[in-house]
């Protein structure tokens, strides 16, 4: 089996995980709650008068409207149930993600595949020269 090949097996592999599953369920609930599409489409629109006026310059008391309104909308999308469900399963599948690309990394780098372990965030010594990468 060519490494493309054993790439698309992990592929199925991530599609299969817990976590991944999780975070397809959630983006789903995501994308038919109403009030939150609403919420996110009002942050578009904040988005687009804050960088129109940027672009025509930049009446300084709009620009910090815009973004106290973009602040205030943006904290009520995060209070959102399925947005909460949706960010905590995105972190779970990125966690997933880092520790696959660790791993990696160090057997690019000569580390024995069956053995390798990336060292965890509280083990960092500040020093990439020394380390897999960071989760």
Do not use: W
């Not at 409207?65 to 909308?73: A, G, L, N, T």
């Amino acid at each position: 089996m060519t490494v493309i090949e054993l790439t698309r097996e992990l592929g199925k592999a991530i599609q299969s995980d817990e976590r991944y599953i999780k975070l397809a369920e959630a983006k789903k609930l995501n994308d038919g709650d109403s009030e939150l599409n609403a919420l996110i489409g009002k942050l578009n629109l904040i988005q687009m008068s804050y960088r129109h006026e940027a672009e025509n310059g930049g009446d300084k008391n709009k620009m910090d409207e815009y973004d106290k309104q973009f602040q205030e909308v943006y904290g009520e999308v995060m209070l959102n149930e399925n947005m909460k469900n949706y960010e905590n399963a995105r972190q779970d599948v990125d966690d997933m993600m880092n520790y696959i690309m660790q791993i990696l990394s160090l057997c690019v780098n000569g580390e024995d595949p069956e053995t390798c372990e990336p060292k965890s965030q509280e083990e960092c010594t500040g020093s990439c020269s020394t380390c897999g990468g960071c989760g």
